[in-house]
Structure formats: structure tokens, C-alpha cells
């Protein structure tokens, strides 16, 4: 038996003349070098730059437009111009879409101004606002507070958020930041009690997802995103993740006439047994799964439980953009059975994603129905 090399089948050495052993000669040098590049580039290949490509032959499944019309509760007001909101009624149009909730951060005149512009699309954009925090840290700051509140409420606002907390206090909303006042701080309580009292949810991130909290090194399932977005646990005064999350507690439980709508499923996607814990305790509690798809998706069957169990405390939100893939991409994994896929367009974690197959049911409610429900 000849053995042959691997080249392909015009530059094999079988049978060869002088000439040609020459010419094939060179053709073998510049092959093995090639061969020799690849090997060094596969030790030098970053994790960063590791993009797998699923070689399994199965189901890709296109979901164009959601199965049931949706109301996303977890926007921002990307578009900087009528056009381009034009252009997101047409691919929320495309999509199904009914309503989106643009959580702006903002009070007074950068409120109204966002308010003006979207009011033209009438149901189909819904603004919630900031809190203001400007002087949080001076007496008389609650009802200077509460005064915006309702100043927001009377110019279209009807709901609360984004609020958000990593740690280092709440500094989502505009225009300025209350660094180390938490959720939970007596100072807040009359802005909670009076948002109850107006029928406004109140909208709020806390923590962030657990591997970022974990050290940096070969055993960080998250890694490939968490190193981009790592807590630096160092810091003084920083809430850890547990922590964060008493603080979302106390708050929801002190004002049981407010409801609350913990961002990206409370940033316990590793651990639904602790998310799950809050919403059987506290009915005005609620949970939206905006920008967590990534961090669902690779353990469907879990998360298809829990989504069965709290059927009717979740809220389907995106917060990644207004782009007709991104739309596409929730669905897909929300309602199709595909298994091991990527969609490094969207998502940087090395994993693969399996869609959930939500039942129908589970779907209308997730879609619009707990929405309407909050908010109408
Ligand atoms: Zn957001």
C-alpha cells in the first residue's frame, strides 16, 4: 500500500518526474509551513477571539414575528431622530410588537422633550421616567422629589425606570446619580409610597449577572462576558450580589402597594431558586427577562420550569437595541426547540444557546397579558 500525504490531488508526489519533483518539492515546503502557521495560530487563538461554529445538522428555526403580540417593558430611547423612530414602528410593526416601554432615566425638561417626540405614535410607545436625585443628600429632598414625580406623571410618565444599583448606590437616573443610597433607604420611601399611590411600576436593575462577581480566571463560566463587565469587589462601601438583592427586598416589602419589576430576572439566571424565593413571597413583585436570552438559553429545561411556575409574574422585555435580528433572536429562543446554536451578532458568551419551547399559554402571558394586567 502507498501511503500519500494530504495535499490535494494536483500536488500529491505519486508517480512524479524530475521536473515535477521539483516543482511538487517547493509545493510540500510551502504546505508544511502553512500546516506548521496554523498550529502556531490555534496555541496564540485568545479566548476572546474563540467563535465557534455549531457543526450540528439541526432544526434553525427563523421566527420572524412573535407568535402573540407583545408589549416589550424593557426599552430606552435609542433613536435620535423622527426617522428612525419611524423606521422601529415599522420593524416593531414587522415583528409584532404592539408597545414598547422606553424607560428614559429622565425628569424634567429632557423628560418632556422625549415625551413630545414619541406622543405622535399615540398606544404604541409608553415613557416611564427618572427619579431626580439632584440635593438627595439635603433636607427637604423627598418632597422636592415626590414634586417631580407627579410633574413627570401629569406630562405623560406611567411608570418608573430605569433604576438601577451595582452596588455603589442608584445611578441610573438622570440628571445626577445617588451614590450610596440603595433602594431600601429611608429616604426613598416616600417616592416608593407615592409611585404606589399613582399606579406607577417601579422599574429596577440590581446587581449583575454572578459571574461577573467571581474571580477572573480558567474557572468563570461567564468569562467571555463577564471580564468585559467584572465588579471590581474591592471597592469600598460595594454591595455584593446578595446584598443588593436584600436591599430589592426590603424595598418591595415595605411598600406592598407598589409593584416592581426586577430587571433581567433580578441577575439570577445561575440560580432561579433565589428569584423564584422573592416572587412566592411578594405578589407585587414581578420579573421582565430583557437582555438575559444569553444567560437563559443554556439551560433550557430549568428555565423552562421556572417560566412555567411564574407564568403570571413575567414580563417579556429586550433592552439590545431596535434591530429586526434582535427581535428574531428573542423569539427563537423563546419559542423554538432548535439546540446548540450561536449568535455571536448578539451575545459574547462562548456557550451555545438552545431555544425553550415555551407552551402557548406561557407565551401569551410572558408576551402581553401580565403587561396589561400591571399596567392597564
Ligand atoms: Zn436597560
New binding site residues.
Partial sequence: MRRVCRLPPSEQIIGMNKNNALKNGLALVVFLNALSWNALAQEDLLLKDFEPVSIYNTPKTVVEKARYPVTDV?S?PYPVSPEEIESWVKTMDRANIEKTII?TYNTGKAFDSLSNLYSKYGDRFELWCGFDYTGYTDDGWGEKAVAELERCYRAGAKGVG?LGDKGTGLYYSKPSVAKSMHIDDDRMKPLLKRCGELGMPVSI?VADPYWMYLPMDKHNDGLMNAYTWKIDTSKENLLLHQELLNTLENAVKEHPNTTFIA?HLANCSHNLDILGSLLDRYPNLYTEI?ARYAEIAPTPRRVKAFFEQYQDRLLYGT?MGMSSSMYQTTFRILESKDEHFYVREHFSYHWPLHGLDLGDEVLKKLYQENAKHIYD
Fill in positions: 424593557h430606552h424607560l430605569e436593575h430587571c430583557g433592552d
